[in-house]
């Protein structure tokens, strides 16, 4: 049988859809008796935004290092923008803010900039590497040595060098560490930007209400592997109703209780609604307490929180693992 012609494979390449940002499988790694991480997954789509979340030492900033190629995995494969990780056409593609991270004190922002666009080996105008800085919050100290900086001014330069070479890939190991309250807006809006030019990002980071606010989706590392991950629709599906009540008799405590699992605090009761159900049913809700006699003073629908939900899982986790070792 004769094959498709060189330039029919070539067509039938081009129409195919671009290979995602990054994709890794079955990473493993080990460090001496420590097993730092342990056949984990995922994959970051064109565009996405994907938070990496877990308590200290679950195995993110080694799984990382093993995506960019800095840490060798002892199995597993990587692919970054549809390339080996090594391969030096992926990486001038990929910006990287690591989690501890110090620029050359001698020279000045401006300077650290120009030296990262030619490593990577793109051609970017002084004036956009000017708006870059501009874009952090470091415009008026492009000229200062890096050596004066204060530790979240550094962190502020990193998150440029991450940027400058226009990259379609950014991973940010813990960017807001060291930054203020406002720094850290900044970098929310800033990601916000990056998420409407399409540019992937893979964040790491302990603020959960951040990732919450910007990411699509969330993997959720522990003991170095994935315990969870998915959109935070997915993660996050249960919703449910705080209400604030007086004069609750037992009627009307059934009458809250058949809408779901209910739970009391005081006049604070909280009504979680089983998976099908979503909070249309409010209105009827409150209409029937207030026949039976309650007062409403509060009714707010929402949705447990990103920071409950990684503390759920994460306690199920240590509560299987106690539960394996007595048996
Ligand atoms: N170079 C190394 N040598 C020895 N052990 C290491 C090394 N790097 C990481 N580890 C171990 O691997 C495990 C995972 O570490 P890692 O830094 O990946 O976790 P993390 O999730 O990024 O933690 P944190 O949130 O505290 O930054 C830890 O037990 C750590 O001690």
Redesign the pocket.
Known sequence: MIGPSLDTARQLLADLPPAPAAWCSGLRKR??K?I?VDGVSFTVGRGEVVGLL??????????IKMLLGLVRPDAGEVLLLGRPSGDPRSRARVGYLP?LFRYQPWLTAAEVLALHVRLAGVVVPEQERRECLATVGLADRARDRVGGFSKGMQQRLGLAVALVARPDLVILDEPTSALDPVGRADVRDLLLVLKERQVAVLL?S?LIGEVERVCDRVVI?DKGRVSASGTLAELLGQREVRLRLDGVSAAAEARLAAAGQLTRSGDAFTVALPAEQDTAMVPDLVADLVGLGVRVHAVEPGRISLEQRLLDILRADTNADTNGDRS
Do not use: D, F, S
């Open positions: 460090y001496r420590q730092a877990g308590p200290n030492g679950a195995g993110k900033t080694t799984v989690e790491n302990h590392l």
